[in-house]
């Protein structure tokens, strides 16, 4: 291999290793809203997922009187339709806890979606189910 081909596998490799450290927990935005997902495995598998969902306000203050509702879902491929699975989450110790399926393999596309005082803010990212 030429030199330079080995610093591609190197950052490949990099990169990589920090996205895998980091689907365990994620940072988004959603409106004025603050989420942070903690899904309970390194990486999510196909199956049950546990998640914890964290909501803080612009003040960044707990956010704990809304209605969260967790959505996976994946396009559809060929020969396959496209498949959706939701979860309500409930509140428990200031944190809203989800179960959520992710019944094959691949990439889903997740999203939380929050309802409070009749508006609603929807975070959204995605997951390599295995
Ligand atoms: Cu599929």
């Known amino acids: 291999m030429k030199r330079w081909s080995w610093l591609v596998v190197l950052l490949v490799v990099l990169v990589a290793g920090t996205v895998f450290a980091k689907e365990n927990t994620v940072q988004k935005k959603a409106g004025d809203y603050s989420v942070e997902i903690k899904m309970d495995k390194e990486s999510p598998v196909v199956g049950s997922n546990s ?10 203050k707990a956010v704990t009187d809304a209605t969260v509702v967790v959505t996976a879902s994946m396009p559809s491929m060929p020969g396959m339709p496209a498949m959706e699975n939701k979860a309500d989450a409930k509140l428990e110790g200031g944190k809203y806890k989800a179960k959520i399926d992710l019944s094959m393999g691949g990439s889903w596309n997740m999203s939380v979606r929050i309802t409070q005082g009749g508006k609603t803010a929807t975070a959204k990212w995605t997951v390599d189910a295995r």
């Open 51 to 60: 998640m914890e969902i964290m909501i803080k306000d612009k003040a960044g």
